[in-house]
Nanobody, 123 residues
């Protein structure tokens, strides 16, 4: 069983930055791939980025060059650094974990989810 807790959301202005954290409560993080997703009101949950257990990273096109995923294995924590935020980035952001060999963009394949953290970007 893996519990995920996101933090770091908030209200910012367009062009600002935020760093989201996803802390996993598990004895070992090894073998787990992590994904970041977001869901805006009235929309489906969409892929933001993912990192595989062996370090492969992929991003959704609209966040490439602005968002960066990194991790701290010692803290069992994955981060989503978001720069140059836009109003269209406003959503609840979720992290997810699954035992995959590579980055997975389909939210339905992830086994564990955090509770989400709200990110609001004003224009």
């Amino acid at each position: 069983q893996v519990q995920l807790v996101e933090s770091g959301g908030g209200l910012v202005q367009a062009g600002d930055s935020l760093r989201l954290s996803c802390a996993a409560s598990t004895r070992t993080f090894s073998g787990y791939s992590m994904g970041w997703f977001r869901q805006a009101p009235g929309k489906e949950r969409e892929f933001v980025g993912a990192v595989s257990w062996n370090g492969g990273i992929t991003y959704e096109d609209s966040v490439k060059g602005r968002f960066t995923i990194s991790g701290d294995n010692g803290k069992n924590t994955v981060y989503l650094q978001m720069n140059s935020l836009k109003p269209e980035d406003t959503a609840v952001y979720y992290c997810a974990a699954g035992l995959f060999a590579s980055e997975v963009i389909d939210p339905g394949q992830y086994e564990y989810w955090g509770q989400g953290t709200q990110v609001t970007v004003s224009s």
